[in-house]
């Protein structure tokens, strides 16, 4: 069974939902480097501010997904929500990608 395709929404949601993964786990290593390790601050500082953008990077690239593939208000509020515990946006794209709210949304006939 092949993948559905991603609509130019879900794809901006894709994207983002990786990069802000990427920079959370990014973040959780320079937090362990500067409070654990005690070696340096520059990971805390650097992907914090990463972290920050990326956040919000999402967030608008939810809003976008959510109105252009209609998503329920359900979808909506969990792909808000998965921001924030660390490292959840990126299962959660791809469960949205298995059932195909990722997809552009099939219109009727005429």
Request: hydrophobic share 60%; glycine share 8%; no cysteine.
């Amino acid at each position: 069974m092949r993948a559905p395709v991603l609509s130019g929404a879900g794809r901006l949601f894709a994207i983002a939902a990786f990069i802000e993964g990427l920079t959370w786990a990014g973040l959780l290593i320079g937090m362990w480097l500067k409070y654990h390790a005690e070696v340096t601050h520059l990971g805390v500082y650097w992907f914090g501010r990463l972290h920050g953008a990326a956040f919000l990077f999402y967030l608008v690239a939810t809003f976008i997904a959510a109105h252009r593939l209609r998503w329920p208000m359900w979808a909506f509020l969990l792909a808000f929500l998965a921001a924030i515990p660390p490292l959840v946006t990126v299962p959660l794209e791809w469960w949205f990608k298995r059932r195909g709210l990722l997809s552009a949304p099939v219109q009727a006939a005429p």
